[in-house]
């Protein structure tokens, strides 16, 4: 799961540091980096995890007996 993990989130940290850096360049750097967690964490939690569990199930399985 740790793995699965860090792929996922390396890709949602650049894709959201690219997406967003424009509109944070203008907030302070505490508030900047807030939203950038706040919005890796909710995508990466309610998004990407329940998908890659189900797609990497049979992977899983034995580490879940």
């Known amino acids: 799961m ?3 993990l860090l792929v996922t989130v390396h890709p949602v940290s650049l ?3 690219h997406w967003l ?5 203008h907030v302070s750097l505490l ?3 807030f939203l950038t967690s706040v ?3 909710l995508t ?3 998004v990407l995890v329940p998908i ?3 797609v990497f199930q049979g992977w899983l ?3 879940l007996e």
């Open 2 to 4: 740790a793995l699965l």
């Open 15 to 17: 894709g959201v540091a």
């Open 21 to 25: 850096a424009p509109t944070l360049a």
């Open 31 to 33: 508030a900047g980096t």
């Open 39 to 41: 919005l890796m964490v």
């Open 44 to 46: 990466t939690t309610y």
């Open 52 to 54: 890659l569990t189900r």
């Open 61 to 63: 399985a034995p580490a």
